[in-house]
């Protein structure tokens, strides 16, 4: 399944355009705080994509992460942290939605350290436990953001392997941006990868440019996917650029190409 970022002021032009193609959607409304302080706000966005009468069971929510560290050694910034990320989670269940994606908000200036990757992995394991119980039937995703390398995601992933509603979301503009070496995400990952982030950029900055229009190897990246198996319909896949026309643009070429098909 591939997805596409609604837009609210052209929704019925994304819904007709999602229709045609089979296509499921990521709700990226919900990740904005002011969005999330503003309950009328939040109630009036989720009646609207109800009304929609989709069949969302493949959808997808991008969950908060501006400045959430739900691993902070602060405890007061840890629990507003798991507190934004649990009202993620409690919408991508009204909503109907498969899974929710929340990053790793990893710093690489503290990377290196043996103590920051313990804390990470421990309090990364209290939120999710945190977070399972306040969906019941929502699956729940970490996605690489300035990892420089797929072994916190490997060691959080062996921990949790035993619960099913987790699971990675592997972003390949940021690992392209962060390490290069892409096989390598794919070697340690792929048995925990349910979903994927797609777009292009210059090999440098995330720019989320349209797929095709930047220096990305999506030949190979399509063919990594075919090696370890993850065309599977099951492991969905978001188109994730700004704005409907570059999501068609981008729906063009991953098919002219036969990619991730």
Not at 24 to 31: I, K, R
Not at 138 to 158: A, H
Not at 201 to 229: A, F, Q, R
């Amino acid at each position: 399944m591939i997805a596409i970022i609604p837009e609210l002021n052209h929704l019925d032009d994304c819904v007709e355009f999602a229709e045609k193609n089979s296509l499921g959607f990521e709700y990226n409304d919900f990740c904005e705080p002011c969005i999330l302080d503003d309950k009328e706000e939040v109630k009036k966005r989720v009646h609207i994509y109800k009304k929609l009468n989709r069949n969302c069971k493949k959808d997808t929510l991008h969950g908060a992460f501006y400045d959430t560290i739900h691993f902070s050694f602060d405890e007061k910034i840890r629990n507003h942290s798991v507190y934004r990320m649990r009202q993620s989670v409690e919408i991508a269940e009204e909503l109907g939605c498969k899974g929710v994606v929340f990053h790793t908000n990893i710093s690489p200036s503290f990377a290196f350290s043996e103590e920051y990757f313990k804390e990470w992995l421990e309090k990364s394991e209290i939120a999710l436990r945190k977070l399972f119980d306040c969906g019941n039937n929502v699956e729940i995703y970490f996605e690489n953001m300035l990892d420089d390398s797929p072994e916190y995601l490997f060691r959080l992933s062996e921990i949790m392997k035993y619960e099913k509603r987790f699971g990675v979301c592997l972003d390949i503009a940021h690992l392209i941006v962060m390490s290069r070496n892409s096989e390598i995400w794919f070697q340690k990952l792929a048995p925990f990868i349910k979903h994927f982030h797609f777009n292009d950029n210059n090999l440098v900055y995330d720019e989320h440019m349209i797929i095709g229009k930047g220096k990305i190897d999506w030949k190979y990246i399509s063919s990594l996917l075919k090696k370890y198996n993850l065309f599977d319909d099951n492991v969905s896949k978001l188109i994730e650029v700004k704005g409907l026309q570059s999501s068609k643009e981008s729906l063009k070429y991953i098919k002219e190409n036969k990619l991730f098909l």
